[in-house]
């Protein structure tokens, strides 16, 4: 069981806007930002968002993050289908000593 | 260009230990915390915990702690993950990813090293 809290899948069509919600708690996301991952099927992660709604060099701005209080979201706007993928949000949790936890992940379908 | 390249597949015996080497290139080592995550077969990502290379300073999760070890060697720029007492839900691949501490993240990650523990 995952600390933050993911649905399992999402799907849209090419062209829609697919939204990925990730929720966690008071002592992770609601004191600390929220990063995003992209993993490719058989790749290693790659960091898609940071601080919650940064997007490091090379990453579409078709992809955007928010926070809110303990819960975060990524949004995909124009979907792709190089957009299939798995989604993980993360964060640090001040509770656990300095760690960082994950959600679940999000596969993310594009039909 | 930043690059970590992790060493290859592992099979072992259960009760048997894992290392696991990381050498990263196109930086200065010692100036950022290299963490490990681990990814089980369809599974999601967890964290395994960090080393700071320039101290050697470690802070492994809970679940791991007494059963993994965190070095480096600076003269080799790589960092090393050894994991003890191997369970077959060990099985899993295994990732280093460099800490950007300025964005707090998780900006490049090895390739991953697959390590089979057969049941």
């Known amino acids: 069981q995952s600390v933050l809290t993911q649905p399992p899948s999402a799907s849209g069509t090419p062209g829609q806007r697919v939204t990925i919600s990730c929720s966690g708690s008071?002592?992770?996301?609601?004191?600390?930002?929220v990063n995003w991952y992209q993993q490719l099927p058989g790749t290693a992660p790659k960091l898609l968002i940071y601080?919650?709604?940064q997007r490091p060099s090379g990453v579409p701005d078709r992809f955007s993050g928010s926070k809110s209080g303990t819960s975060a979201s990524l949004a995909i706007s124009g979907l792709q289908s190089e957009d299939e993928a798995d989604y993980y949000c993360?964060?640090?949790?001040?509770?656990?000593?300095?760690?960082?936890?994950f959600g679940g992940g999000t596969k993310l379908t594009v039909l | 260009q930043v690059q970590l390249v992790q060493s290859g597949a592992e099979v072992k015996k259960p009760g048997a230990s894992v290392k696991v080497s990381c050498k990263a290139s196109?930086?200065?080592?010692?100036?950022?915390?290299m963490h490990w995550v681990r990814q089980a077969p369809g599974q999601g990502l967890e964290w395994m915990g960090w080393?700071?290379?320039?101290?050697?300073?470690?802070n492994y999760a809970q679940k791991f702690q007494g059963r993994v070890t965190m070095t480096r060697d600076t003269s080799i720029s790589t960092a090393y993950m050894e994991l003890s007492r191997l369970r077959s839900d060990d099985t899993a691949v295994y990732h280093c990813?460099?800490?950007?501490?300025?964005?707090?993240?998780?900006?490049?990650w090895g390739q991953g090293t697959l390590v089979t523990v057969p049941s």
């Open positions: 990813a460099r800490f950007y501490n300025f964005w707090s993240a998780f900006d490049y």
């Open positions: 196109g930086y200065t080592f010692t100036d950022y915390h």
């Open positions: 080393i700071n290379p320039h101290s050697g300073g470690t």
């Open positions: 008071s002592s992770n996301i609601g004191s600390n930002t």
């Open positions: 601080s919650n709604n």
């Open positions: 993360a964060a640090w949790d001040d509770s656990l000593d300095g760690h960082v936890v």
